[in-house]
Structures are given as C-alpha cells and as structure tokens.
C-alpha cells in the first residue's frame, strides 16, 4: 500500500500541486474504483442492525407522505454535528 501511495503521489498528485479540490475528486474517485475492483475481486456481504425501538417508527410529514424517525435522528445529528463545527472551530495548536 505504501508504494501504491508513492505511485499515486509521482504519476497523479504532483501535477495537481496547489489544486486542493482537484486533489480531493481525484481521490474520492480514485478510492471508489479501488472499492469496487476490491469488491469483484473478493467479493462483499452486507451488513445490517436493528433499529432501536426507541427511534422505530413513520413520522407524516405535510409534504412527504412519511419518513422513518430513524433517518430524522440521523438527520438531526449530522445538523447538531455541523453547528459545533461551525461554532466552535478548531484552535490553532500550540507549540511549547
């Protein structure tokens, strides 16, 4: 893995020098094809939990039909996730 990182870092990374975002798509995409070649190669089950009872269940909502309470907990999390990240930043480290 650790020459693969080296090839990608001489053949692809180099050129994109500066270009973080470029660097970033380039990447993700790059990891995607490696997951599936990984997944036809050696193949992949899923995995699946149980819901919590406690967040089981449909919640009607006047424009959707209805939505899990499941996915509105996640939802709601990632939201409260987001505003602290917001909020309260990363300090600069400080070097003693």
């Known amino acids: 893995m650790a020459i693969l990182g080296l090839l990608f870092q001489v053949c692809i990374f180099r050129r994109m020098e ?3 975002l470029r660097q970033t ?3 993700i ?3 995607i094809i490696l ?3 990984m997944l036809a190669i050696w193949g992949g089950s899923t995995y699946q939990f149980d819901i ?3 967040l089981y269940g449909v919640i009607h909502l006047p424009v959707v039909k209805g939505y899990t309470i499941y996915r509105l907990f996640i939802l709601g999390v990632a939201v409260v ?3 602290a990240l917001w909020f309260f ?3 600069e480290p400080r070097w003693v």
């Open 18 to 20: 500066g270009q973080d």
């Open 25 to 27: 798509m380039v990447s």
């Open 29 to 31: 995409g790059i990891s």
């Open 35 to 37: 997951a599936d070649l």
């Open 52 to 54: 919590p009872d406690v």
């Open 81 to 83: 996730i987001g505003l």
């Open 89 to 91: 930043p990363p300090r």
